[in-house]
T-cell receptor, first 111, second 115 residues
């Protein structure tokens, strides 16, 4: 079973628009990470947010974390064709070392 | 590029056979984790190795086993292959197993097809 669930499952936007995707999880976490995956290849780490943080920025990425709602969001601003990929959130529990992934959001950026 | 390499890139095996997948971790990393990703799903944790010892295991049967070597590279072995083992196998290395405090860096994966 997977800890996280991303929403929506798929997203199609025009180049230049913003893309927002959400992640919900079930149990208490230590950290939450977002990864990108292109065409079923390896995962690229995007950003890590700790459980005591509420917001984090990295370039065109903005991540928020609401531990009371057990949810996170990833915002990609001014999207580009190269942002076309699947995006996964991953959490690690307070008492274990593994990363638990959701099923991902597939983002398509149209030129 | 993360510096994590995996071999082979693709592999086709027959049901019942055995397979060994290899991973070289990023320089300076002492922890390797293996994940299975079925088509259209997120990765599922198989197990983790820290300093050559298994350091946690997911819900996978004993026919999934692994090794970590003194240079921190790692192998994933799967015996008695089943059709459902067809997936992308990802390894990830990190500086420490310390509860996700350090980012895990993933390799490009090995695509295993079992016929």
């Amino acid at each position: 079973s997977q800890q996280g669930e991303e929403d929506p499952q798929a997203l199609s936007i025009q180049e230049g628009e913003n893309a927002t995707m959400n992640c919900s999880y079930k149990t208490s976490i230590n950290n939450l990470q977002w990864y990108r995956q292109n065409s079923g290849r390896g995962l690229v780490h995007l950003i890590l947010i700790r459980s005591n943080e509420r917001e984090k920025h990295s370039g065109r990425l903005r991540v928020t974390l609401d531990t009371s709602k057990k949810s996170s969001s990833l915002l990609i601003t001014a999207s580009r064709a190269a942002d076309t990929a699947s995006y996964f959130c991953a959490t690690d529990g307070v008492y274990d070392y593994k990363l638990s992934f959701g099923a991902g959001t597939t983002v398509t950026v149209r030129a | 590029e993360t510096g994590v390499t995996q071999s082979p890139t693709h592999l086709i095996k027959t049901r019942g056979q055995q397979v060994t997948l290899r991973c070289s971790s990023q320089s300076g990393h002492n922890t390797v984790s293996w994940y299975q990703q079925a088509l259209g799903q997120g990765p599922q944790f198989i197990f983790q190795y820290y300093r050559e010892e298994e350091n946690g295991r997911g819900n996978f049967p004993p026919r999934f086993s692994g090794l970590q070597f003194p240079n921190y590279s790692s192998e994933l072995n799967v015996n008695a292959l089943e059709l459902d083992d067809s997936a992308l196998y990802l390894c990830a290395s990190s500086f420490s197993p310390d509860r996700g405090r350090y980012e895990q860096y993933f390799g490009p994966g090995t695509r295993l097809t079992v016929t």
